[in-house]
């Protein structure tokens, strides 16, 4: 049987919920690489968040975080890890400039945090845990380094300001993507070399696999240039509309119904000389 790479995002497409795996897909996964085949976790999540998804996976691949903008093995002596990163000046002269728009926001080094204010209804989105270290204050005194992502939570109908600031004054610089949906008031900063398609790439190169071999799988905004430089790109049945445009199929079933197992399962058998 032909091998294949499969690159699965997390959140809304290997995971049933935002905590876990169900145990059919693990149980499936694992069974996967036992016949061969590699398993690549490309996420938008910090390596602290995502890491315990790969150790349960039995993965040993390289791990892709910060949406292409963090790539690292801790399996691989070999592998060469890269980090992407915004320049520490940019950060602060947005968070300076839009300070009256901004809610809350924070910055991450690796697995640093660097919060602007703590409160409870940022911590959904902080994943602090398995080893982060947390710094809170003004961002122009604690901030100590360049990041390799930056969230920001907008004041209720700021966003739209925020977002247009960005691309006016950082123009090929820094980009800003809306999270939409229902986290239209949450904007994502990143460099123009970061995303998922790329980090892919750097990894299936690495472990010397063809792209005619890379079958990707997702289900938002983000996933959009992995679906377009795997040879196969699948969106979810529950991804957002704006990334199944992109998408060379769409799964049956949504996550919470295991819904890459039914797809490659099929798949694997209707296609293995695919």
């Known amino acids: 049987m032909k091998k294949y790479l499969f690159a699965l995002a997390l959140d809304g497409t290997l995971l049933h919920d935002w905590e876990s795996i169900s145990k059919p897909t693990k149980d499936y996964f694992r069974q996967l690489q036992a ?12 390596f602290r968040s995502s890491e315990p998804f790969h150790r349960e996976l039995g993965l040993d691949t390289p791990l892709i975080n910060y949406n292409g903008g963090l790539v690292t093995s801790h399996h691989d002596d070999t592998f060469k890890p890269y980090s992407l990163t915004i320049p520490k000046e940019y950060i602060l002269t947005i968070f300076n400039d839009n300070i009256d728009y901004i809610d809350n926001c924070f910055g991450e080094v690796k697995d640093d945090i660097f919060l602007y204010k703590d409160t409870k209804e940022i911590e959904p989105l902080l994943h602090n845990f398995n080893g982060a270290r947390l710094f809170v204050g003004d961002l122009n005194m604690i901030l100590n380094d360049n990041t390799n992502g930056f969230i920001i939570v907008a004041k209720p109908n700021k966003a739209d300001l925020i977002e247009t600031y960005v ?20 904007l994502e900063l990143y460099t123009p070399e970061t995303n998922k398609g790329k980090g892919l790439k750097y990894v299936a190169e690495h472990l010397k696999v063809e792209q005619e071999n890379i079958i990707a ?3 938002a905004h983000n996933d959009i240039e ?25 799964t049956t079933l949504p996550n919470t119904e295991d819904g890459l197992i039914d797809y490659i399962d099929k798949f694997l058998k209707n296609n293995s000389d695919f």
């Open 35 to 46: 016949d061969g085949h590699k398993i690549v976790l490309a996420t938008g999540r910090p």
């Open 167 to 186: 691309n006016d004054k950082f123009e090929n610089r820094v980009l800003c993507r809306n999270w939409g949906e229902h986290y239209h008031h949450v």
């Open 217 to 219: 799988f997702g289900d």
């Open 226 to 250: 992995m679906l377009q430089y795997a040879h196969l790109g699948v969106a979810m049945q529950n991804a957002q509309e704006r990334l199944k445009v992109y998408a060379d199929d769409v």
